[in-house]
């Protein structure tokens, strides 16, 4: 085993871009924390102790205090890098969803990634160093239709983001926000989105490329990035067009087939 270059925890590692994100931090020489919600987070971990590193593996569910609080719990010495990734979405119209999966959404999504973040960043503001990446989403940027409560989620996560950047300018702690397009993980079919235009696109992006784009943009301190060239530019759009007009693109998107 190589020298440890410091240590990094990483929500939502367990699949999808959260995996990717873990396994850049450990080839990078990160000892790591990783947590996810179900058992599939301990074969994660097996992996990416492969890469040579310590790597402490915690099923835990990020919706739910008592569990945040274990996870805070486990957090034992100074954290270098957070990467606050973990998330879920939520397919069909908000009326016909399940008020349970609803909050399940909200509270995995934002509350339980600002508890975390607010007590991870308080301890590196007093150490004077560490870097944050928050995975917000470019579906922060539009009216969900058919998403509706998962977009609004990222809203949230995407304008925090570039607020706590400001707040921690000049302290030491840098804080990314990482704003996804569609990508190829298991996102659309937790979401049930599969029947959808979206679900069944089969040009989403290469989660182990947006992983990269927003480790390299932390890494280098940047505010946010958006992976992918067309990308960059559908968000730019998105942000002089009516909401209004945003929200009927996105109902194409996202209305279930048939409905
Ligand atoms: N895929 C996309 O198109 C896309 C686009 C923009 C942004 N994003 C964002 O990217 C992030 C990663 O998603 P992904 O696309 O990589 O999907 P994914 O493969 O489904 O990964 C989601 C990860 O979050 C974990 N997670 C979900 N709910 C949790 C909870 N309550 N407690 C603990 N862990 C929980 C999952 O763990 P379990 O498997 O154990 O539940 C999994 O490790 C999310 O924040 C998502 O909103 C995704």
């Not at 450990?26 to 947590?35: C, I, R």
């Not at 179900?38 to 099923?59: D, F, K, N, Q, S």
């Not at 302290?171 to 993980?185: F, I, Y």
């Not at 182990?208 to 060239?229: C, I, L, N, P, Q």
């Amino acid at each position: 085993m190589t020298q440890s270059r410091g240590f990094a925890v990483v929500t939502g590692a367990s699949s999808g871009i959260g995996y990717e994100l873990a396994r850049l931090c450990a080839e990078d020489g990160y000892d790591l924390l990783v947590a996810a919600d179900e058992p599939e987070i301990h074969v994660a971990a097996e992996e990416l102790r492969a890469l040579g590193h310590a790597v402490t593996a915690l099923e835990l569910d990020l919706a739910r205090e008592d569990d945040i609080a274990r996870l805070i719990e486990h957090v034992d010495r100074p954290v270098d890098l957070l990467l606050a990734n973990a998330g879920r979405g939520l397919g069909r119209a908000f009326v016909d969803q399940d008020i349970y999966e609803i909050r399940r959404v909200i509270d995995t999504n934002v509350t339980g990634t600002v508890v975390l973040v607010h007590e991870i960043a308080r301890r590196m503001r007093e150490r004077g160093s560490g870097r944050i990446l928050l995975t917000g989403s470019i579906a922060g940027f539009m009216p969900g239709s058919y998403q509706a409560v998962y977009n609004a989620t990222k809203a949230f996560v995407d304008s925090f983001s570039w607020a706590l950047r400001d707040e921690l300018l000049e302290t030491g702690v840098s804080v990314t926000c990482l704003m996804p397009a569609p990508t190829d993980t298991k996102f659309f079919e937790r979401a049930d989105l599969l029947d959808t235009d979206v679900g069944e696109d089969d040009s989403k992006e290469d989660p182990a490329d947006v992983a990269r784009t927003g480790y390299k943009a932390m890494m280098s301190g940047e505010a946010g990035v958006v992976s992918g060239m067309s990308n960059k530019l559908q968000a730019a759009i998105a942000h002089v067009t009516p909401s209004s007009m945003l929200a009927r693109r996105h109902r194409k998107m996202a209305k279930p087939h048939g409905e």
